[in-house]
């Protein structure tokens, strides 16, 4: 990548990345930086991996021969056994939570990359029968809307998803790490109120973009669209029939859009800017996928 790329891969500026390179190993970056190269060197091929082996005499991942295992033990992003969908651990621990910073400990989860898109929704519809979103013609998603986060959905159904892929909805606990890291970033990318990596109302974009759309926004734990774009349900419940909803949507201010805002919307709540995404807990993913292997 040339330099600009680079930048916009990590969600940095191109004289950051000028410093890094001038300094060398006299750099120390910050706990944010080092957790976008270091996601970003985990998700590369194995040329680049190797190469980065050579060149520094680290090892960078276990010798493991079968792909899914390097995937589950290193890289730590693996496919859903049921659903397909990509999902990306989150280490168990403690984050700083909330506009307060208060610490919180979590047990380790998988959480989805993307918000689950109007594809993953139709294999879930052609399983079970469910009624299709109300945006689709004829009971078919537009095929340009394809890898577009599903939208008119309600809690219910997006829990009846969840189900039937043998996940779960996030709590809002889940869902705020997963898009701040542990030490309390305001924002997936850090803490500077950049609206330019995320598809919120001061953009002008009118309407759901891709899920991949935004790579320069991504989480420290490389999860895209933890802002803007759609609302996302969450499991935890604010009051009877109520739930919250995060990161704030295509139709949002961008200071809506900050994760540690609380939202919610009656369960009924059915609307063209939220959608949805799951998580599934670590020890029991990594138990189906370990039962997976030793079937093949």
Same mark, same amino acid.
């Given at each position: 990548?040339?330099?600009?790329e *680079?930048a ?12 890094w ?7 120390? +970056? ?7 190269l270091?996601?970003?060197? %985990?998700?590369?091929? +194995?040329? @680049?991996?190797?190469?980065? @082996? *050579? ?11 079968d792909?899914? &295992?390097?995937?589950?033990? &290193? ?16 280490d168990?621990?403690v984050y ?5 910073? #208060? $610490? ?5 989860f998988?959480?989805?990359v993307?918000?689950?898109s ?5 294999? *879930? ?6 009624? @299709?979103p ?5 009971g078919?998603?537009p ?19 969840a #189900?039937w &892929? ?9 869902? #705020? ?10 924002? +997936?990318?850090?803490?500077?109120p ?7 109302? !001061?953009?002008?974009?009118?309407? %759901?973009? $891709? ?10 734990y ?11 349900? =969450?499991?935890? #419940?604010?009051? $009877?029939?109520?739930? !919250?909803l995060?990161?704030?949507?295509w139709?949002? $201010?961008?200071?809506?859009? @900050? ?11 059915c /609307? ?5 995404? =799951?998580?599934? +807990?670590?020890? !029991? ?5 370990? /039962? ?5």
């Amino acid at each position: 990548m040339s330099i600009r790329e *680079f930048a916009a891969h990590l969600g940095v500026s191109e004289r950051m990345i000028s410093k890094w390179e001038a300094g060398r190993e006299s750099i120390q +970056p910050r706990p944010v930086n080092q957790a976008a190269l270091d996601t970003c060197l %985990t998700r590369s091929d +194995p040329d @680049t991996q190797a190469r980065f @082996t *050579f060149l520094t005499g680290d090892s960078l991942v276990p010798a493991v021969d079968d792909g899914a &295992a390097r995937d589950l033990l &290193a890289n730590k992003e693996v496919r859903h056994p049921i659903d397909g969908s990509p999902m990306v651990k989150v280490d168990g621990g403690v984050y700083l939570s909330g506009p307060s910073i #208060e $610490p919180v400990w979590l047990p380790a989860f998988y959480i989805d990359v993307y918000p689950t898109s109007n594809a993953d929704y139709a294999r *879930f519809v052609a399983a079970t029968g469910r009624a @299709t979103p109300r945006h689709w013609d004829d009971g078919v998603f537009p095929d340009r809307i394809e890898k577009h986060p599903v939208v008119y959905v309600t809690w219910q159904d997006v829990a009846a998803y969840a #189900e039937w &892929a043998g996940k779960q909805l996030p709590t809002s606990q889940q869902w #705020e790490k997963a898009a701040r890291g542990t030490r309390g970033a305001v924002y +997936p990318w850090g803490d500077q109120p950049t609206p330019a990596k995320c598809n919120v109302r !001061e953009n002008g974009i009118g309407e %759901t973009t $891709p899920g991949d759309c935004y790579r320069s926004g991504v989480s420290p734990y490389g999860v895209y669209d933890m802002c803007g774009n759609v609302w996302e349900w =969450c499991s935890t #419940e604010v009051s $009877p029939g109520r739930h !919250e909803l995060k990161g704030g949507a295509w139709t949002s $201010p961008f200071d809506r859009a @900050t994760p540690t805002l609380v939202n919610d919307a009656a369960a009924t709540m059915c /609307d063209d800017d939220t959608g949805f995404r =799951c998580v599934a +807990p670590a020890d !029991e993913l990594e138990r189906l996928l370990n /039962d997976t292997l030793r079937r093949r």
